[in-house]
T-cell receptor, first 111, second 115 residues
Framework: EADIYQTPRYLVIGTGKKITLECSQT?????MYWYQQDPGMELHLIHY???????EKGDLSSESTVSRIRTEHFPLTLESARPSHTSQYLC??????????FGSGTRLTVV | AQSVTQPDIHITVSEGASLELRCNYS??????LFWYVQSPGQGLQLLLK??????LVQGIKGFEAEFKRSQSSFNLRKPSVHWSDAAEYFC?????????????FGGGTRLMVKP
C-alpha cells in the first residue's frame, strides 16, 4: 500500500539548533507539500514542490527551507530553531486517485 | 482565491445520534472536495473525497458527504455516531487544474461524543 512517512514523530530541541524533518512517499507523486498546524488547529501551506528541483513558498511565511533532489523525498530544514517554530508539521503528496495523502506529522517543540 | 468555512468550531452529540458537519466553500468553479479526520497528536486521515460524478459520496467509517453545487456546500454526515468518532474534522478544497493543486482547509470542527 502506498504511503507517506514522516520522521521523527516528536522532537524536542534547544533554541539555535539546526533540524531537518524528513518526509518520504512511495507513490511516485510529483507534487508534495508541507503544512504547518498551529495549536488552534488551522493548517497553513508553507512549502510545495511540483517535482524534482522544484520548490516554492506557500501561503504562510516560514523561515524553513525545503529541497527536492529525489521524487520520493521532501525534507524540511530549520537552520536555527526558535520557540516560535514550535508547531506540528504535516507533509503531503498529491495523486490523481487519492488526491492528497498526509503523513502522520512531526510535532516540534523548541525550548 | 478559494476559501473554506466550517461554521461550527465545536459540536457535541450523544453516542448513537446522527451527525452533520457543515462545510461551505468559495470558489468560481467546482473544486476537488475532501473531508479529513485528525485524532489528537495524529496526522490527517482521508474520510472521503469528491472529484466528479455522483454528488453523494460514501467514505470510510460510515461517513458520507453530499456536494450541493447551488449551496457551495459539502456537508459530512453519519447516521449513528460512535464514541471513537470524537476527533477534529477538516473540510478542504483543492482547485482544479491548478499546477499545484493546493489544498485550502477550513478551520476545523471538534467533535465530542457523550456516552
Amino acid at each position: 500500500e502506498a504511503d507517506i512517512y514522516q520522521t521523527p514523530r516528536y522532537l524536542v530541541i534547544g533554541t539555535g539548533k539546526k533540524i531537518t524533518l524528513e518526509c518520504s512517499q512511495t507513490m511516485g507523486h510529483d507534487k508534495m507539500y508541507w503544512y504547518q498546524q498551529d495549536p488552534g488547529m488551522e493548517l497553513h501551506l508553507i512549502h510545495y514542490s511540483y517535482g524534482v528541483n522544484s520548490t516554492e513558498k506557500g501561503d504562510l511565511s516560514s523561515e524553513s527551507t525545503v529541497s527536492r533532489i529525489r521524487t520520493e523525498h521532501f525534507p524540511l530544514t530549520l537552520e536555527s530553531a526558535r520557540p516560535s517554530h514550535t508547531s506540528q508539521y504535516l507533509c503531503a503528496s498529491w495523486g490523481a486517485y487519492y488526491g492528497y495523502t498526509f503523513g502522520s506529522g512531526t510535532r516540534l517543540t523548541v525550548v | 482565491a478559494q476559501s473554506v468555512t466550517q461554521p461550527d468550531i465545536h459540536i457535541t452529540v450523544s453516542e448513537g445520534a446522527s451527525l452533520e458537519l457543515r462545510c461551505n466553500y468559495s470558489y468560481g468553479a467546482t473544486p476537488y472536495l475532501f473531508w479529513y479526520v485528525q485524532s489528537p497528536g495524529q496526522g490527517l486521515q482521508l474520510l472521503l473525497k469528491y472529484f466528479s460524478g455522483d454528488t453523494l459520496v460514501q467514505g470510510i467509517k460510515g461517513f458520507e458527504a453530499e456536494f450541493k453545487r447551488s449551496q457551495s456546500s459539502f456537508n459530512l454526515r453519519k447516521p449513528s455516531v460512535h464514541w471513537s468518532d470524537a476527533a477534529e474534522y477538516f473540510c478542504a478544497v483543492a482547485v482544479r487544474n491548478n499546477a499545484g493543486n493546493m489544498l485550502t482547509f477550513g478551520g476545523g470542527t471538534r467533535l465530542m461524543v457523550k456516552p
